[in-house]
């Protein structure tokens, strides 16, 4: 089973600030990552899949890079709704695995 | 637009079952897999498993396999999720999330709280 690990468990950035959050698998899974954003009561939203492929109506703000095992989402210039808690999620095994999310807050 | 609108909470005791539907509209039902996920505040998300609407094949976690079932009924394009031999450590919110070919998920229902309690 791939392990994934998010850091930093919380992360507290300034409204206009860049954000920068990170994942790592535990083996190679070479670009086969989705980013999601959830917010309280809701379902996670997919913000980015293939590590670095924006879904439809993700804001360009919000952008992934990475392969193989070290992963980042950035969010340049954070808005009010973008505090939430983000999570990273590998496709390239089975099965299908989770980080334990980091929670983006307002400093 | 797409929809997958799921049933509602259930409590359940120790050793029982539970079923939770998730009905999907909006798109050609046949046409993509829906996985179940579950996520606890412990432990985070979990992948169940997954079914193919199409033909009705599924795969299933190890973990999960022997309790999962997972079935489909194309009349009302519902899929549904049974977990069976409940535990306190299946309380947990259930997700259906649709998926448009590689394994990461476009779409969710809202969620299902399933709570086992004696």
């Known amino acids: 089973e791939r392990v994934m690990t998010q850091s930093p468990a919380t992360l507290s950035v300034s409204s206009g600030e860049r954000a920068t959050l990170s994942c790592r698998a535990s083996q190679s899974i070479n670009s086969n990552l989705a980013w999601y954003q959830q917010k309280p009561g809701q379902a996670p939203r997919l913000l980015i899949f293939?590590?670095?492929t924006r879904a439809t109506g993700i804001p360009a703000r919000f952008s992934g890079s990475g392969s193989g095992t070290e992963f980042t989402l950035s969010i340049s210039s954070l808005q009010s709704e973008d505090f939430a808690v983000y999570y990273c999620?590998?496709?390239?095994?089975?099965?299908?695995?989770f980080g334990q999310g980091t929670r983006l807050e307002i400093k | 637009q797409v929809q997958l609108v799921q049933s509602g909470a259930e409590v359940k005791k120790p050793g029982a079952s539970v079923r939770v539907s998730c009905k999907a509209s909006g798109y050609t039902f046949t046409n993509n897999y829906i996985h179940w996920v579950r996520q606890t505040p412990g432990r985070g998300f979990e992948w169940l498993g997954m079914?193919?609407?199409?033909?009705?094949?599924?795969s299933y976690a190890q973990k999960f396999q022997g309790r999962v079932t997972m079935t489909r009924d194309t009349s009302t394009n519902t899929v549904y999720m049974d977990l069976s031999s409940l535990r306190s450590e299946d309380t947990a919110l259930y997700f259906c999330a649709r998926v448009l070919g590689e394994n990461y998920f476009w779409d969710w229902g809202q969620g299902t709280l399933v709570t086992v309690s004696s």
């Open positions: 999620q590998q496709y390239n095994n089975w099965p299908l695995t």
């Open positions: 293939g590590a670095s």
């Open positions: 079914i193919n609407p199409s033909g009705g094949s599924t």
